[in-house]
């Protein structure tokens, strides 16, 4: 067999176990998705989270994403810290393309798609450690109200979108709240304007007026605000660290932003 065959096999063979490879992810992402049905049903106990030591939390707020190692799938190792984050709100705000900016574009042809409703996953290994984000994406249409259910059911965190450009996306905001926390009354709710690429170029009156009714509502949910930008990648990383801060005490150095005209962080 000539040289030429035999690398031409090679790659063959290494295509079709790649293939292999990523099938059985998506067949684990859709078992898991099942359980996870399954156990919404049920009454159990909150999931609990173990404590990670003083000197890992210094070292993961440190992390670059030079020095995170991604993992592909769902694991089920005792060794994993897995937290289910929830995405809700209206469609076309720019849920999905937050997401995706997130994870990865590798990732997300992974992404499992069910009816009203897209999960992602991101494995962080950050020195020998493991923290799983399982990122749970509502449908924005109402419609898709029948997944909130299994969507927030223990979720540590519940992110509430609307569109910096559409004030009625803003208004939406309460119903989305309000249906979730008939079934997750314990989540970090935090409520994130998206789009602020766009939102920047309005007059300054409208910003102001928005921005205003934002920290309003941020108030009434007891959640924190954050203006983000998919496009430009502004405050998405900052978001997930926020949330891992709050579920572990670890130190914030973020400061508060509240200038009109820059991407407000309001905690």
Same mark, same amino acid.
């Given at each position: 067999?000539?040289?030429?065959?035999?690398?031409?096999?090679?790659?063959?063979?290494?295509?079709?176990?790649?293939?292999?490879?990523?099938?059985?992810?998506?067949?684990?992402?859709?078992?898991?998705?099942?359980?996870?049905?399954?156990?919404?049903?049920?009454?159990?106990?909150?999931?609990?989270?173990?404590?990670?030591?003083?000197?890992?939390?210094?070292?993961?707020?440190?992390?670059?994403?030079?020095?995170?190692? !991604? @993992?592909?799938?769902?694991?089920? #190792?005792?060794?994993?810290?897995? *937290?289910? +984050?929830?995405?809700?709100?209206?469609? &076309?705000?720019?849920?999905?393309?937050?997401?995706?900016?997130?994870?990865?574009?590798?990732?997300?042809?992974?992404?499992?798609?069910?009816?009203?409703?897209?999960?992602?996953?991101?494995?962080?290994?950050?020195?020998?450690?493991?923290?799983?984000?399982?990122?749970?994406?509502?449908?924005?249409?109402?419609?898709?109200?029948?997944?909130?259910?299994?969507?927030?059911?223990?979720?540590?965190?519940?992110?509430?979108?609307?569109?910096?450009?559409?004030?009625?996306?803003?208004?939406?905001?309460?119903?989305?709240?309000?249906?979730?926390?008939?079934?997750?009354?314990?989540?970090?709710?935090? !409520? @994130?304007?998206?789009?602020?690429? #766009?939102?920047?170029?309005?007059? *300054?009156? +409208?910003?102001?007026?928005?921005?205003? &009714?934002?920290?309003?509502?941020?108030?009434?949910?007891?959640?924190?605000?954050?203006?983000?930008?998919?496009?430009?990648?502004?405050?998405?990383?900052?978001?997930?660290?926020?949330?891992?801060v709050k579920l572990f005490n670890l130190p914030w150095t973020v400061q508060r932003n509240l200038t009109?005209?820059?991407?407000?962080?309001?905690?």
């Open positions: 067999m000539c040289h030429h065959q035999l690398c031409r096999k090679v790659v063959q063979v290494n295509t079709i176990k790649w293939k292999i490879v990523e099938k059985v992810s998506i067949f684990r992402k859709f078992l898991r998705f099942i359980w996870e049905r399954i156990m919404v049903c049920s009454t159990g106990n909150s999931v609990r989270y173990r404590r990670l030591s003083s000197k890992f939390s210094e070292e993961l707020l440190a992390v670059e994403s030079s020095n995170e190692t !991604l @993992i592909s799938g769902y694991d089920s #190792d005792s060794d994993l810290v897995a *937290l289910k +984050i929830s995405i809700l709100g209206d469609c &076309q705000i720019g849920k999905t393309s937050f997401v995706i900016k997130y994870v990865g574009d590798e990732q997300e042809k992974r992404c499992l798609e069910m009816k009203g409703l897209n999960l992602m996953d991101k494995t962080l290994i950050v020195r020998g450690a493991r923290i799983s984000f399982r990122i749970w994406d509502v449908g924005g249409n109402h419609n898709s109200y029948d997944q909130i259910p299994i969507a927030c059911k223990n979720s540590v965190a519940i992110l509430f979108m609307f569109d910096l450009t559409s004030r009625s996306t803003l208004n939406n905001v309460i119903d989305w709240y309000s249906e979730a926390r008939k079934w997750n009354q314990t989540a970090i709710p935090i !409520l @994130i304007g998206t789009k602020f690429d #766009d939102f920047v170029q309005l007059p *300054l009156d +409208i910003q102001w007026s928005v921005v205003t &009714q934002a920290r309003a509502y941020a108030k009434a949910m007891k959640a924190s605000l954050f203006f983000s930008s998919a496009t430009h990648n502004i405050n998405v990383n900052k978001i997930f660290k926020f949330i891992m009109i005209g820059e991407p407000i962080i309001d905690f």
